[in-house]
């Protein structure tokens, strides 16, 4: 498989998820946009997936591992970087944070991601995330 369909496949995957988690239609869910993928060669079966995330106004996403009733597992190292409006993010049963434009996140490969919502009723938010991961693999997996 290529490298631009992996990433091609990982974004449809991620669009997928995000549209079902929320329960809205994928469009006003998030809106994902691939800016980078890049093997990391030095790194045998690892690689870099760069993406923006844009959600509407009161949207979020079920419970994930990187659900509610579905549950999502994210085998990556996650890195977040809040560009515009505001994001709640919660990991497992720890503390529920509101992170600002400048504000960063990290999940890891075991962490389950329980709470990512906008934070407000009225604006968007957007976020960068810097996924290092295993080549080919999905970004996010359903957690029983």
């Known amino acids: 498989m290529t490298n631009e369909m992996s990433v091609w496949?990982?974004?449809?995957?991620?669009?997928?998820?995000?549209?079902?988690?929320?329960?809205?239609?994928?469009?006003?869910a998030a809106e994902v946009t691939t800016l980078m993928s890049k093997d990391?060669?030095?790194?045998?079966?690892?690689?870099?997936?760069?993406?923006?995330?844009?959600?509407?106004?009161?949207?979020?996403?079920?419970?994930?591992?990187?659900?509610?009733?579905?549950?999502?597992?994210?085998?990556?190292?996650?890195?977040?970087?809040?560009l515009d409006g505001s994001v709640k993010m919660q990991v497992g049963n720890g503390k529920e944070v509101t992170l600002t434009p400048g504000q960063t996140w990290y999940e890891g490969p075991h962490d389950v991601h329980s709470v990512g919502r906008n934070a407000s009723s009225t604006k968007p938010v957007k976020f960068l995330v810097v996924l290092v991961k295993d080549k080919g693999a999905p970004i996010l997996v359903p957690v029983k």
């Open 9 to 28: 496949k990982n974004g449809a995957l991620l669009l997928t998820l995000l549209g079902l988690l929320t329960g809205a239609s994928m469009a006003r």
């Open 40 to 82: 990391l060669t030095d790194i045998p079966g690892r690689e870099v997936l760069m993406i923006t995330v844009e959600k509407a106004p009161g949207a979020s996403d079920p419970i994930h591992q990187f659900s509610s009733t579905l549950h999502l597992r994210n085998y990556s190292h996650a890195f977040f970087y809040v």
